[in-house]
């Protein structure tokens, strides 16, 4: 029986594993699962610990073409574990109670931003919310647990990884891996490199890093888009000639931490049960640099610690947005009453960190939404920073049959669905 060493245990691994099940592959492997996190309940990262937005979408989520059947079957297996499809006939339904919609399905909406210059994604979504996304992962582990050829190892962070001919080990495990399946994701960048360094071969490209804010403002100058669609997407070319997107919108969501190896940045979520008054989004700005300059990720890491010296330790920057426009230092909030805890923030001045070009295009981005959303730039809206999106570097899977890098880590993709379409897709090439 062949050997796969799976290493990571977040969104293309569920997918690598229901794949190779689905396949029937499982009965000729066995699959060591490797996963850092001390137990399930401790495991996992970003959008399968936090919020849980699933979407089917050919314009967001991933730089693949991932057909929309198999992206809507990887969210109805999310969905199904997380008890919101039921059956009728036979037939699946969603669950009434459930938020699930179409962005920008709305042509008067759509035209409104459009006019503007703005470029609406459109995109079928979905919400579990960050306190059913628990059940819903533990379920779907309970369920692969159960398999006879899958073992799963927690409290197992991987740190090096040793190629021979024909096979691997990994750290100081006495065993040797027909397979190497990296699904380590933004997380485990350092792993990644590790293995570049050996393979310098596999990577295609890496100039891009998303840096910008996490915006805070009350739900009810966002209602009509919150009712709508749940999650709006938007893009817009800026006068610096900067793409600006908007990212995650949380309907009366949080805003919350998001912690690296030695640094923080901010980001979002919204509870299923518990709201606040407060809707939150990220406004990024693309960041692409051409030779001889070749480390994104080292600039966007160095932007974001510059906000932590700045606030003195694991912070971030809080600043309103009529301060941040004039350049001056927060000193006091005014309407909008942050839904970030008053330890992981200091009030500042954003200008200090971001070059000019970054806070220009947030700028022209945030009084051209103005132009469609009216409220947008009220000056107590709140500005939180830095907000950082790191673009893995993109690897090249078809160079070895036996090392494959998936979801995140393989700089392809940057969603639950992307990532777990991934996995299920290169279950299939084994
Ligand atoms: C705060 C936040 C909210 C998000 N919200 C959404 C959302 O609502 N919807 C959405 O579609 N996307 C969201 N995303 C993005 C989404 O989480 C990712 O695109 C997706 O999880 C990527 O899947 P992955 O399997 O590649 O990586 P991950 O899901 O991150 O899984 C990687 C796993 O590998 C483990 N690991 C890392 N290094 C090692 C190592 N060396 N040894 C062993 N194990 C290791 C990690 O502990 C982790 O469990 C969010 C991201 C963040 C940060």
């Not at 499809?85 to 962005?103: A, F, M, P, Q, R």
């Not at 779907?140 to 197992?156: L, P, R």
Request: hydrophobic share 35%; net charge negative; charged share 25%.
């Amino acid at each position: 029986m062949k050997k796969v060493a799976l290493i990571g245990f977040g969104a293309a691994a569920i997918g690598f594993l229901k794949g190779m099940i689905d396949n029937g592959n499982i009965k000729d492997y066995e699959v060591d699962v490797y996963e850092m996190g001390r137990d399930i309940e401790n495991s996992g990262f970003g959008g399968l610990k936090y919020d849980g937005k699933l979407f089917i979408s050919k314009n967001m989520g991933g730089d693949l073409e991932i057909p929309t059947n198999i992206q809507r079957e990887i969210v109805e297996f999310f969905l199904e574990k997380a008890d919101m499809i039921s059956y009728e006939n036979g037939k699946k339904v969603y669950k009434k109670d459930i938020e699930h919609g179409l962005s920008f399905d709305d042509e008067d909406l759509f035209k409104k931003f459009y006019n503007e210059g703005f470029e609406p994604v459109k995109s079928e979504f979905f919400h579990i919310g960050t306190d059913a996304l628990a059940d819903t992962v533990k379920k779907i582990y309970q369920d692969f647990e159960k398999e006879e050829n899958i073992n799963f190892h927690f409290n197992s962070k991987i740190e090096k990884i040793n190629k021979f001919e024909s096979h691997y080990t990994i750290n100081n495990i006495n065993k040797n891996y027909d397979h190497l399946i990296l699904a380590v994701g933004r997380r485990g960048h350092k792993l990644v490199k590790s293995l570049i360094a050996q393979e310098p071969k596999i990577v295609l490209s890496n100039n891009k890093v998303d840096l910008g804010v996490r915006f805070e403002l009350p739900d009810h100058v966002v209602q009509e888009l919150n009712d709508k669609m749940y999650e709006f997407k938007l893009r817009l070319k800026t006068k610096t000639g900067y793409t600006v997107r908007t990212f995650c919108n949380n309907p009366s969501g949080e805003v919350t931490l998001e912690k690296y190896d030695d640094f923080v940045t901010v980001n979002g979520h919204a509870k299923a049960n518990k709201k606040t008054k407060n809707t939150n989004f990220a406004i990024l700005v693309t960041h692409s640099f051409t030779q001889p300059f070749n480390d994104p990720i080292g600039y966007g890491s160095y932007i974001s610690k510059l906000s932590n010296i700045l606030s003195g330790g694991e912070k971030v920057i809080l600043q309103t947005y009529e301060d941040f426009y004039n350049s001056n230092r927060t000193k006091k909030v005014g309407r909008v009453e942050p839904t970030l805890s008053d330890d992981s923030y200091i009030l500042g001045d954003l200008n200090l960190v971001f070059p000019r070009k970054t806070v220009e295009s947030i700028i022209d981005f945030m009084e051209r939404l103005n132009e469609v959303i009216p409220g947008i730039t009220y000056p107590d809206n709140l500005l939180y920073g830095v907000e950082a999106k790191f673009y893995g570097n993109k690897v090249d899977n078809s160079l070895f049959d036996n090392l494959k890098i998936i979801g995140d880590s393989s700089g392809w993709t940057r969603s639950i669905t992307y990532a777990a379409a991934h996995g299920y897709l290169i279950s299939n090439t084994l």
